[in-house]
């Protein structure tokens, strides 16, 4: 069965770092366009980093660039969200999900996705 689960998640101060992880099983990652998303409390959810099948491309929503970082590890099946300097705008649920495709396409879009975690709480506070 193919799953997703996001780790990492916790509690931090404005100003801040979190790694997130996304790790797969039942599938191989490889073979997979790789999407972050967060939702706020009371606000719908949002994309905010993509990575392609092949890892050549990726994409940022313009509230987090040049702040986090998607990466991804074959070796170790996982896919990674490098966040810094957090803000507490950037408390959320954070979600990463998988869509079957090798290329080098990203995907910003909830309806692309296949496969789900459960979420990850990040909570920042000023």
Request: glycine share 12%.
């Amino acid at each position: 069965e193919e799953q997703l689960v996001e780790t990492g998640g916790g509690l931090v101060t404005a100003g801040g770092s979190l790694m997130l992880s996304c790790i797969a099983s039942g599938f191989t990652m490889d073979d997979y366009a790789i999407g972050w998303f967060r939702q706020a409390p009371g606000k719908e959810r949002e994309v905010v980093s993509c990575i392609s099948g092949d890892g050549t491309n990726t994409y940022y929503t313009n509230s987090v660039k040049g702040r986090f970082t998607i990466t991804r590890d074959k070796a170790k099946n996982t896919v990674y969200l490098q966040m810094s300097s957090l803000k507490p705008e950037d408390t959320a649920v954070y979600f990463c999900a998988a869509t079957y495709y090798s290329g080098d396409y990203y995907y910003t879009s909830e309806g692309s996705y296949s496969y789900w975690g459960p979420g990850t709480q990040v909570t920042v506070s000023s």
